[in-house]
Nanobody, 116 residues
Framework: QVQLVESGGGLVQPGGSLRLSCAAS????????MTWYRQVPGKERELVAG????????SYANSVKGRFTISRDNAKNTVYLQMNSLEPEDTAVYYC?????????WGQGTQVTVSS
């Protein structure tokens, strides 16, 4: 079955960096685009970044453009989100997502807190 496991979240000061990872299993990872979302309590889940199956097409939300970098390693079935110049507004639970033929799948999320 499709499984996504996020890791790498934590507490970081404003201006700091974190690298999130999402390990995927149960499907042919290299055939599917992957996306990162984030959610703050009481708000809708927000699309942060997306990457095509081969990594040649990438998109970002305007709020993270120039600060975040999405990448993938198809040999390791893992997608990454490098987050630099973090701001308190980036505080959220971050989720990876894949739209598989049988449905849309999410990981359990990883908490990112940006605070001094």
């Amino acid at each position: 079955q499709v499984q996504l496991v996020e890791s790498g979240g934590g507490l970081v000061q404003p201006g700091g960096s974190l690298r999130l990872s999402c390990a995927a299993s149960g499907f042919t990872f290299s055939s599917y685009p992957m996306t990162w979302y984030r959610q703050v309590p009481g708000k809708e889940r927000e699309l942060v970044a997306g990457i095509s199956s081969l990594g040649d097409t990438i998109s970002y939300a305007n709020s993270v453009k120039g600060r975040f970098t999405i990448s993938r390693d198809n040999a390791k079935n893992t997608v990454y989100l490098q987050m630099n110049s973090l701001e308190p507004e980036d505080t959220a639970v971050y989720y990876c997502n894949v739209r598989y033929w049988s449905g849309s799948y999410w990981g359990q999320g990883t908490q990112v807190t940006v605070s001094s």
